[in-house]
């Protein structure tokens, strides 16, 4: 198992190649706190592979903490569409939903992310390279509501700290 990846922040909703951002960090208004994180990998699985991998709840489950996954949802070709989850900051429960908001098979899978401090969504593009798989995850993440709001510079801070280690761990996940 090989992986090769290159990581970095990109601050507010600009975008960080010159592709197309299906994410909703386009969306959010310009007075809304937001942030956008990007990793880009390589794996040795071929992308049918992690196309699979993709479709496991266990695999969204390395992506910012998250401690719980249940009520998984999926399609008739028994494709991820959706699940809750749990994150436990300082003994309290968090809880969100994230739903696929988009899917291109074996190319694009993205998951809208909303929580009760939180909305955002992750997104990941899918590049065959021969025997190997080129990963692209971002995620932006933006505050709801006033007290979200004053606390996102400190949660930027902690995603931002862990970033690297939690992508290397989504990617690695593929790659099984």
Request: proline share 2%; hydrophobic share 40%; with cysteine.
């Amino acid at each position: 198992m090989g992986v090769e990846c290159d990581s970095k922040k990109v601050g507010g909703v600009e975008a960080h190649e010159p592709r197309l951002i299906t994410s909703a960090a386009r969306n959010y208004r310009a007075d809304v706190a937001s942030e956008h994180f990007f990793h880009r990998a390589r794996v040795t699985n071929k992308v049918e592979r992690v196309w699979e991998e993709l479709q496991k709840p266990s695999t969204w489950k390395q992506i910012g903490g998250v401690d719980r996954i249940t009520d998984e949802q999926f399609d008739e070709h028994w494709e991820l569409v959706g699940y809750r989850f749990t994150i436990v900051v300082a003994g309290t429960d968090y809880h969100g939903m994230a739903t696929r908001t988009l899917a291109e098979r074996r190319k694009l899978m993205v998951m809208g992310i909303d929580s009760s401090q939180l909305m955002g969504e992750i997104e990941v593009v899918l590049s065959p390279d021969g025997e190997s798989t080129w990963i692209e995850l971002s995620l932006a993440m933006a505050s709801k509501g006033l007290l979200s709001a004053m606390l996102f510079p400190a949660v930027v801070k902690a995603v931002a700290g862990g970033f690297d280690a939690t992508a290397a761990e989504f990617v690695n996940s593929l790659s099984n």
